[in-house]
T-cell receptor
Framework: GENVEQHPSTLSVQEGDSAVIKCTYS??????FPWYKQELGKGPQLIID?????GEKKDQRIAVTLNKTAKHFSLHITETQPEDSAVYFC?????????????FGTGTQLKVEL | DAGVTQSPTHLIKTRGQQVTLRCSPI?????VSWYQQVLGQGPQFIFQ???????GRGNFPDRFSARQFPNYSSELNVNALLLGDSALYLC???????????????FGPGTRLTVT
């Protein structure tokens, strides 16, 4: 089955700096890669996603890149703000089962310091 | 529009008991999936239901079961609770599996289950 690895497990940045979180996946059939932000006591919130036919996607301060050959994808947050502090999860999904099964990474605790 | 709703928000049960968790998907979404999130880890897939049929199952024992109703809401049942079942149980809804731009899954706030 799919295996997703995520690094780093914790990340501390100064407000205004950029943050980068990296993930690798094992199943070359995976074709959908979402990123979720989870705040304490809440469910995961979808913040951006990318499909395997696209190499990069951007939404304001957030961008995701995908390298299908190397089987890795990354989340980039620019101009970080204190409200960006949360746990971020990457996930991968394949065609099996209609793509509903998301396999998650282990999460990155992002802390944006003033 | 209302998001995914789950009930109850918190639950405390004793080992050996049974529990039922409930989920209502986003209006217009026909697919519901359940995930278990143990503290400090990413969510793990338990079930996917679409049009009242099980479409996928993760690596969980038969003590876990689920169903989906005609209005697309869903219940997750766990029998013979173990201490290790203590976790946040998340429900996610999706428009339709495998249909064009409907890959996005949206999560509810979860039900925090504590087994003592």
């Amino acid at each position: 089955g799919e295996n997703v690895e995520q690094h780093p497990s914790t990340l501390s940045v100064q407000e205004g700096d950029s943050a980068v979180i990296k993930c690798t996946y094992s199943d070359s059939a995976s074709n959908y890669f979402p990123w979720y932000k989870q705040e304490l006591g809440k469910g995961p919130q979808l913040i951006i996603d990318i499909r395997s036919n696209v190499g990069e996607k951007k939404d304001q301060r957030i961008a995701v890149t995908l390298n299908k050959t190397a089987k890795h994808f990354s989340l980039h947050i620019t101009e970080t703000q204190p409200e960006d502090s949360a746990v971020y999860f990457c996930a991968a999904s394949g065609r099996a089962g209609g793509g509903n099964k998301l396999t998650f990474g282990t999460g990155t605790q992002l802390k944006v310091e003033l | 529009d209302a998001g995914v709703t789950q009930s109850p928000t918190h639950l405390i049960k004793t080992r050996g008991q049974q529990v039922t968790l409930r989920c209502s998907p986003i209006s217009g979404h026909k697919s519901v999936s359940w995930y278990q999130q143990v503290l400090g880890q990413g969510p793990q897939f338990i079930f996917q239901y679409y049009e009242k049929e099980e479409r996928g199952r993760g690596n969980f024992p038969d003590r876990f079961s689920a169903r989906q109703f005609p209005n697309y809401s869903s219940e997750l049942n766990v029998n013979a609770l173990l201490l290790g079942d203590s976790a946040l149980y998340l429900c996610a809804s999706r428009r339709e599996p495998g249909q064009g731009s409907s890959y996005e899954q949206y999560f509810g706030p979860g039900t925090r289950l504590t087994v003592t």
